[in-house]
Each structure stands twice: as structure tokens, then as C-alpha cells.
């Protein structure tokens, strides 16, 4: 329908000053019948909203190449405990600490201290590294 339009645009200046742009829209308008108007400008206004949708996600896409170079800290949380002050004065090298959590359970991943995700520990190579295994989804209401 936009076509359309434009193109009866470039007739009307094609056929010069002579000619009046009002007359010829009125002579297009004439032959149709209401319902043939109506119809064609339901069929240009679905196309421009389809337009515009199209431009949202390119929009939403320069917002998170923006947002991808934030720096954000990971943390793995092997396991946590509770210890008194006295304890902790008692260790020393070669202490072990008993952790909440059994060697096979899963870890906390936390993004900014924010639980993401559950995994499970790896060797690769000589480092650790981490399977993610579920993603925590946020709760809403």
C-alpha cells in the first residue's frame, strides 16, 4: 500500500504543473467503494506497525551491545561454615575445614552475588572449571 502511494506520487509529478494532484486523488477516490478504501488503509497501516516492530529489536540490540562490556563478578561457592573466633585462631596450615555440602553436590555460581546458576566441578587441564548444570530462572511476583 505504501508502494501504492508513492507511486501514484511520482505519476502526479510526472505529469507536471499542468495537471492537479487534487483532481486525479479525487478520480482514484471516486471509482472506489468505501469498503475498498477502508480496506486499503487497514493494509498500509498493518505494514507500517510491521515496519516499526522491525526497527525495535535493532533498538534492543545497540541497548545490550551497550551493556556488554560491564564488568560483572562471578563466584563460585564451594560450600560455606560457621566458625567461632576461637577456631579461627586455632588454624593453621594443613587444617581442614568441614564444608556445608557433600563432595558430589552441586556449587553455587552467583553473578554479583546473586545466584544464577548450580554446577559442578571440573578439572581442565591443571585449573578448575565448572559444568553449568541448571540455570536458577529469577521469581517473580
Known amino acids: 500500500m505504501v508502494e501504492e502511494a508513492k507511486e501514484g506520487m511520482e505519476e502526479i509529478k510526472e505529469?507536471?504543473?499542468g495537471h492537479s494532484?487534487?483532481?486525479?486523488?479525487?478520480?482514484?477516490?471516486?471509482?472506489?467503494?468505501?469498503?475498498?478504501?477502508?480496506?486499503?488503509w487497514e493494509?498500509?497501516?498493518?505494514?507500517?506497525?510491521?515496519?516499526?516492530?522491525?526497527?525495535e529489536p535493532a533498538i534492543k540490540d545497540e541497548k545490550i551491545e551497550l551493556l556488554?562490556?560491564?564488568?560483572?563478578?562471578?563466584?563460585?561457592?564451594?560450600?560455606?561454615?560457621h566458625l567461632s573466633l576461637e577456631?579461627?585462631?586455632?588454624?593453621?596450615?594443613?587444617?581442614?575445614?568441614?564444608?556445608?555440602?557433600?563432595i558430589d553436590?552441586?556449587?553455587?555460581?552467583?553473578?554479583?552475588?546473586?545466584l544464577v546458576a548450580k554446577g559442578q566441578l571440573y578439572t581442565v587441564k591443571e585449573n578448575l572449571g565448572i559444568k553449568i548444570t541448571q540455570i536458577i530462572l529469577p521469581k517473580r511476583g
Open 21 to 40: 494532484a487534487e483532481g486525479s486523488q479525487e478520480s482514484q477516490t471516486e471509482e472506489m467503494n468505501p469498503e475498498d478504501l477502508m480496506a486499503m
Open 68 to 81: 556488554k562490556d560491564i564488568p560483572l563478578e562471578i563466584t563460585v561457592e564451594v560450600g560455606s561454615t
Open 15 to 17: 505529469q507536471g504543473p
Open 87 to 102: 577456631e579461627i585462631l586455632k588454624l593453621h596450615p594443613n587444617s581442614v575445614i568441614e564444608l556445608d555440602r557433600f
Open 43 to 55: 493494509e498500509a497501516l498493518k505494514e507500517q506497525e510491521k515496519q516499526e516492530s522491525q526497527e
Open 105 to 114: 553436590e552441586p556449587v553455587d555460581i552467583k553473578i554479583n552475588g546473586k
